[in-house]
């Protein structure tokens, strides 16, 4: 029995809301960003007042940060369902193949801002910083793993590797080819994932 199914009508109502609002507050995000993004758009694209928003997070910084905690628990999960015989390469490209069609379906970045401000705000974030450690530990140990079987150059400093992998999950090329290109997403997602761990010599 799911945890929601066992809630009362009134509380499931109020979860099911709360989802609503993140939701919301995901799409909004990826499309005008943090600065842009105004709690009464958030209530506008859901339908309620903003009164009942305020009723779910106090504030626009909680908010944000529910929504990436959302992420990142999305991502630990993936990560914890996949094949265990997968190799560790294997396990990153699967990882990075989900995070580039959660951004394609208009979900945000791992990286959401280079905005001084929002790393303020979730460096704040006592929850937010225990799941973002726990998914990059996930992950560098994955690239660690990677290089000493030799999937991955040895050479590279691991932070090297670690830091362009994450900066892929927020490269605008994603966004430039969806809007300027005749590209599937399918083939979008395989041409990055190309680039990411081939570069762009030839087979």
């Avoid at 709360?18 to 799409?27: R, V, Y």
């Avoid at 009942?52 to 106090?58: A, D, E, G, P, R």
């Avoid at 801002?113 to 937010?128: D, G, I, P, W």
């Avoid at 969806?178 to 081939?198: A, C, G």
Wanted: charged share 25%; aromatic share 8%.
């Amino acid at each position: 029995m799911s945890i929601l199914s066992k809630l009362s009508f009134k509380d499931q109502a109020f979860k099911l809301r709360e989802s609503a609002i993140l939701d919301a507050a995901t799409i909004i995000l990826g499309n005008k960003g943090y600065d842009l993004m105004t709690m009464d758009d958030v209530a506008s694209n859901v339908g309620i007042s903003k009164p009942s928003l305020y009723k779910h997070f106090k504030s626009k910084e909680e908010l944000v940060g529910e929504a990436l905690i959302r992420l990142i628990d999305g991502a630990i999960d993936f990560l914890a369902d996949l094949d265990a015989a997968l190799s560790p390469l294997e396990k990153l490209t699967a990882l990075l193949e989900w995070a580039l069609r959660v951004r394609l379906d208009g979900g945000i970045p791992f990286l959401p801002s280079t905005s001084a401000h929002v790393r303020e705000m979730l460096m704040r974030n006592l929850k937010y910083i225990a799941r973002i450690f726990k998914l990059n530990n996930q992950i560098e140990g994955l690239v660690v793993a990677a290089q000493k079987n030799g999937e991955l150059s040895a050479s590279l400093p691991t932070n090297v590797i670690l830091f362009s992998y994450y900066a892929r999950t927020c490269d605008p090329t994603v966004e430039y080819l969806q809007i300027f290109s005749k590209m599937s997403k399918d083939e979008i997602v395989s041409n990055m994932l190309h680039v990411t761990f081939s570069g762009f010599k030839p087979e």
